[in-house]
């Protein structure tokens, strides 16, 4: 499907749902954290990411968050 990463799981029709309505909750540390450490589902991604490209992560979410 148009605007879906191409993984495994959303190959099998398992889509995750989108986050941007709850990210206005989280601050940027934690968004960045997250980016960095991973979570419950998410797996870690510091090592295939700089600092700075994690931040910008962090920009463009914030971006997101403003179409909505």
Avoid: C
């Amino acid at each position: 499907k148009q605007g879906f990463a191409k993984t495994k799981i959303n190959e099998l029709g398992m889509i995750a749902p989108t986050i941007i309505p709850l990210t206005p909750f989280f601050s940027d540390g934690y968004l960045y954290h997250k980016t960095k450490y991973g979570g419950a589902v998410m797996p870690a991604m510091g090592y295939a990411a700089t600092a700075e490209e994690r931040w910008n992560i962090v920009n463009y979410i914030r971006e997101l968050e403003k179409r909505e």
